[in-house]
T-cell receptor, first 111, second 114 residues
């Protein structure tokens, strides 16, 4: 079946730096993408989403970029803070299929 | 707005025992999901309800797992009998409507099968 995966399992950044978390998806029919943040002992928390008719979407300190040509998704976090330390998952929908999660990237913020 | 509620938060059982998890979705959300998250992996959908009907249970191990949402609000997920490999976090999520809508997750129930 189709799958969504992340390029790196772990990412360490200095506090205040920008973070970039990447995601590659394989289903060219995917039309909706979501980034979730999961802190230890908690359920995934919605961060930001983007539909396939967009290339970029910005939120508060976060930006999601979608490159449909190479089927790549990225999450940029500006001025990374210790509270950003968590596992980040990308997930995608394609038509009427269930949400498919990747394995996640663990972001560690170094103070 | 209250979030998705789940109980219990933790459960330890021995293999071959039974266990049940409860979920109360966000008020007004028609769609409810149960996910299994094994350590180090992303959540995997077990079953999806639209109101009190099952939309997708293709990945639910039906020989031991069952779920219901009788009144279209809260839901229970049961495992009987449990196996060692069922050790995982069981997440409940809800969304306002069907596919393409953002899902909101509860805190999960962490199950350990010994």
């Amino acid at each position: 079946g189709e799958s969504v995966g992340l390029h790196l399992p772990t990412l360490s950044v200095q506090e205040g730096d920008n973070s970039i978390i990447n995601c590659a998806y394989s289903n060219s029919a995917s039309d909706y993408f979501i980034w979730y943040k999961q802190e230890s002992g908690k359920g995934p928390q919605f961060i930001i989403d983007i539909r396939s008719n967009m290339d970029k979407r910005q939120g508060q300190r976060v930006t999601v970029l979608l490159n449909k040509t190479v089927k790549h998704l990225s999450l940029q976090i500006a001025a990374t803070q210790p509270g950003d330390s968590a596992v980040y998952f990308c997930a995608d929908y394609s038509g009427n299929t269930p949400l498919v999660f990747g394995k996640g990237t663990r972001l560690s913020v170094i103070a | 707005e209250a979030g998705v509620a789940q109980s219990p938060r933790y459960k330890i059982i021995e293999k071959r025992q039974s266990v049940a998890f409860w979920c109360n979705p966000i008020s007004g959300h028609a769609t409810l999901y149960w996910y299994q998250q094994i350590l180090g992996q992303g959540p995997k959908l077990l079953i999806q309800f639209q109101n009190n009907g099952v939309v997708d249970d293709s990945q639910l191990p039906k020989d031991r797992f069952s779920a219901e949402r009788l009144k279209g609000v809260d839901s229970t997920l049961k495992i009987q009998p449990a196996k060692l490999e069922d050790s995982a976090v069981y997440l409940c999520a809800s969304s306002h409507s069907h596919f393409g809508e953002t899902q909101y997750f509860g805190p999960g129930t962490r199950l350990l099968v010994l």
